[in-house]
């Protein structure tokens, strides 16, 4: 029985959310450092490319060029064509993401979740 328990290692699940917090808050800073320094280095804020662009919203070139398709379901922000050339502005980008901010329900308890649902009428009968 000593045997079973031997490889069992206690865990402060504390300590391991604040170091799971601290890495996230990290990686936050070292992707905004990536987007300024993408904005940095020569970018013009009024015709951003779609790599940039990317950089700026932290999605994926493939997320935007995505979003472009025709019948796609996928909503992306506004962008426009000069000739071959895809480009975003910054008003653009920032607009479209404040416009599609959600609010985290991880945080929320069992019961508040369960609440939310009911107040928003997409409760379960």
Known sequence: MAELFSSVVAVDAEALMEQLSALN??????????????LSDGADPRNMS???AAAFLKVSKAFLNKS??????????????????????LE????????TKRECVQNLTPMERRLRAVSEGCGAR
Do not use: C, F, Q
Request: charged share 40%; hydrophobic share 30%; aromatic share 8%.
């Open 25 to 38: 808050e990290k990686l936050d800073r070292l992707l905004e450092a990536k987007r300024i320094e993408a």
């Open 50 to 52: 779609t790599a940039e």
């Open 68 to 89: 472009r398709m025709p019948r796609s379901k996928t909503v992306g922000p506004p962008y426009h064509v000069k000739g071959n050339r895809v480009y975003y502005t």
């Open 92 to 99: 653009d980008l920032e607009a479209w993401r404040d416009s």
